[in-house]
């Protein structure tokens, strides 16, 4: 009977475990929770985290006001009851996420059949439990686990586990939890001076208590001695206890001597870890800040190339970071009030810090090697297709290669340059029109207008269009279908959603069309 009841058990156990694994809702609901929970990159994470602040700091507010006030009934209400609840539903909630049950008790199960193994649901969920338990002991978990606990009021000693709430503050407070971290690199360093701190302030206690206890009125017991000797060698000296004998005044002088010495070798640890997390914390912040934008460039090396598209005017509108793995080009960047950051962009780690799921990224491949350059475009594509690339040759010969590595415009420099010298020899009128256009002078400007979904252009032929009324010429029009571009369109040829139009005139003018886009039609059309 018995032996039946536990097969049906581990029967219904089973059975839920794999109609959950397979629920399409329960792993994306799954997915959500551990998003929300722990990706920085969620953009409610933070509404979350700031939520969970406020309860802390309100709670401890309450705590700190009822001890000379009377709080409010719905106030404490709000403490007991509220702020408890929301604490242990995200206990609750960690605690789900922490393990993966059923998926191990499903695996586990997948496993015996593959092998003919015969399957023990008990086992397998005991070491899915144990790992539950492993993260229940964590500091972190326990810290949670009793910021629940003051809502049980009757027991007034259970009012001061409100201070484990604001310990929940690592955990939310980012400035906090990477001080913990930095912290955490010198484990080592850290630990070996506690132990000497330990040792030090333990011999100077037995030491004082063996000589002064009978001399001395202040100190009654070991752990008055042990008090004295932790104020002395942490150089406090709150001068309530005080050596009477010359022995003892002797055994003060040297655990003094101790403290400042080891005061100063924790100062020189923290400080080295700083130093060495300072330049890490600071790219970490520009990167997350760059990944709120909808849309960034990223310039990989900083040389003559980057340093001549940031004297554009048109350059300062867009959001960017450069990547240069020469730590000495990222301090001249720096110098120079860019936001630069040291790393190697043909990596694929590196473009998969950023957000390339949720914003529009532009690589522009800057750099003076062109293997470099190929390695950055090839790494991009395969990360995500959609980003674009612009990227720099040094000579015409190796365009295809970015071509096929999946460049969408390649630019030669060098070609350029060349071509605008001979053109300002040969044909100086010529030269300096096109000068003008290119550097905004007040003469006019080439810029691209596209067909909205829901502008007037759209549909409409070239000629229906009286782009005079503007003042501006229609150089051509790239179509969004084929991506040829028709250079002088004839009149019959019909403008389409996606379609780019290159248009010249004065800087206002095309402001005004990109403006109105002919939403008004008795202005622009024949």
Request: with cysteine; glycine share 4%.
């Amino acid at each position: 009977m018995i032996r039946a009841l536990r097969e049906r058990l581990e029967s219904k156990i089973l059975h839920w475990a794999l109609r959950l694994n397979r629920s399409s809702r329960y792993r994306r609901l799954r997915e959500r929770v551990t998003d929300l929970l722990e990706n920085n990159q969620n953009p409610y994470k933070r509404l979350f985290d700031l939520f969970i602040i406020f309860l802390i700091l309100s709670s401890v507010f309450i705590l700190i006001f009822e001890v000379k006030h009377p709080v409010p009934v719905w106030l404490d209400y709000y403490d007991i009851y509220f702020v408890s609840f929301v604490f242990l539903v995200e206990y609750l909630l960690r605690l789900w996420i922490s393990s993966d049950l059923t998926g191990d008790l499903v695996r586990e199960y997948e496993e015996s059949s593959a092998v003919g193994r015969e399957f023990r649901v008990w086992p397998a969920l005991a070491r899915g439990l144990r790992k539950k338990l492993a993260y229940m002991v964590t500091p972190a978990a326990i810290i949670d686990l009793l910021a629940i606990l003051p809502a049980y009021r009757p027991l007034r000693v259970l009012r001061i586990f409100v201070l484990f709430r604001f310990l929940k503050l690592l955990r939310y407070t980012r400035s906090i939890n990477q001080f913990v971290e930095v912290l955490g690199t010198k484990r080592f360093e850290l630990l070996t001076l506690l132990g000497l701190l330990f040792f030090v302030t333990l011999t100077g206690a037995i030491a004082i208590y063996v000589l002064e206890d009978m001399n001395n009125p202040a100190i009654h017991n070991i752990f008055d001695a042990i008090y004295w000797s932790l104020v002395t060698i942490t150089t406090v000296g709150y001068g309530d206890i005080a050596p009477v004998s010359e022995m003892g005044r002797v055994i003060a002088m040297v655990i003094i001597l101790f403290g400042v010495a080891m005061i100063s070798f924790a100062t020189s640890v923290i400080v080295s870890a700083f130093s060495e997390k300072l330049t890490e914390l600071k790219e970490e912040r520009i990167v997350e800040e760059i990944n709120r934008k909808e849309e960034f460039l990223i310039l990989c090396g900083y040389g003559q190339m980057t340093k001549m598209f940031f004297r554009q005017s048109e350059a300062k509108r867009y959001d960017y970071i450069i990547l240069d793995k020469d730590p000495q080009r990222v301090q001249e960047a720096l110098h120079d009030g860019y936001d630069a950051i040291v790393d190697d962009a043909s990596r694929h780690e590196t473009l998969a810090r950023f957000n390339i799921k949720g914003s529009r990224v532009t690589v522009l491949c800057m750099t003076h090697d062109d293997v470099e350059n190929i390695y950055i475009t090839l790494n991009a594509k395969s990360i995500d297709p959609r980003i674009r690339v612009i990227a720099r040759a040094g000579t015409p010969e190796i365009v295809s290669k970015y071509e096929r590595a999946g460049a969408d415009h390649v630019l030669l420099p060098n070609q350029a340059a060349g071509t605008m010298m001979v053109t300002a020899i040969l044909k100086p009128t010529m030269y300096k029109a096109i000068h003008a256009i290119f550097t905004g002078q007040n003469v006019a400007l080439l810029d691209e207008v596209r067909v909205l979904e829901h502008s007037e252009l759209a549909g409409q032929s070239v000629g229906f269009i009286d782009f005079r009324a503007y003042k501006l010429i229609l150089i051509g029009i790239q179509k969004a279908e084929t991506k040829d571009f028709l250079f002088n369109p004839e009149d019959s040829v019909v403008m389409e959603v996606g379609d780019v139009l290159l248009l010249m005139g004065h800087k206002a003018n095309i402001a005004y069309f990109r403006e109105n886009s002919c939403l008004d039609g008795r202005k622009c059309l024949r």
